[in-house]
Nanobody, 119 residues
């Protein structure tokens, strides 16, 4: 089992920044990659970025490329999402997820953290 806990969400003005954290615990040795997703009210869940756990390589969705940056701290078992130049359309619940090495897709999800961007 892998447990994921997101934090760092909140209310911010348009143009502002937030940094989300996702702390990982439990059986962590076989995590291949971590991902960040978001879901706005009435919309489908949207992929934002994936970050490889060992090498740190990243893949970003076009919608956030250049504004959002993912990083990880292996020693702390934590991944981060730095979000800059936030827009009202970035308002959503943000989730992190863990992709295990021996499975397809993301296997574990956090509870989510709300990000609200005021215009």
């Amino acid at each position: 089992q892998v447990q994921l806990v997101e934090s760092g969400g909140g209310l911010v003005q348009a143009g502002g920044s937030l940094r989300l954290s996702c702390a990982r615990s439990g059986r962590t040795s076989n995590v291949y990659a971590m991902g960040w997703f978001r879901q706005a009210p009435g919309k489908e869940r949207e992929f934002l970025v994936a970050i490889g756990w060992s090498g740190g390589s990243t893949v970003y969705a076009d919608s956030v490329k250049g504004r959002f940056t993912a990083s990880r701290d292996n020693a702390e078992n934590t991944v981060y999402l730095q979000m800059n130049n936030l827009k009202p359309e970035d308002t959503a619940v943000y989730y992190c997820a863990a992709d295990l090495a021996d499975t397809v897709g993301y296997d574990y999800w956090g509870q989510g953290t709300q990000v609200t961007v005021a215009s």
